[in-house]
């Protein structure tokens, strides 16, 4: 038969089989752990969670979980062709390459901040909301904006790492 560790209390079978403490609140305290969470971004439609072990990092650092709302990783443009390298012979249209674009003028001002059609309480409330899992369209109408503003809210902050 399986005791606790902390108090040598007899342990319940199927509690032997994950853990090696009671239920009782002081061998709670001391050797419950808690897990760490990882969201992977899989699709368009949801993102899978994970609890974040050895396991799960191993397969995160050899690329199992890629981002497939992304077509690729880096920049989405093509790279410019490397020093020395001979240009191709045939661009264009024709040749089933797009036209260049012309150069960009300089940037001579400052960037003139943008201002979202949303306040800064309901930012906070569509992402507490949202962490409650309310979806986009409900947050919306709790809050008296569109569903793509309310998107927009979560997308903005997920992008800067408040969510």
Known sequence: MHKCVTCGAELHP?????????????????????????????NKAAEQYLILDENTKEELASGKYHDQRRGSFGTSGTSAPPPGAAPAASTGPAAGHPRPRPAQPPKTAARQ????PWTGKQRRLA?????QGLRPDEIAQKLGLSTYAVTQ??????NRGKV
């Open 153 to 158: 809210i979560i997308l903005t902050s997920r």
């Open 127 to 131: 992402l507490l909301y949202n962490s």
């Open 113 to 116: 901040p943008v201002r979202q």
């Open 14 to 42: 199927e509690r032997a089989k994950k853990y090696d403490y009671c239920m009782s609140r002081e061998c709670q305290e001391k050797n419950a752990k808690g897990l760490t969470m990882v969201a992977v971004g899989v």
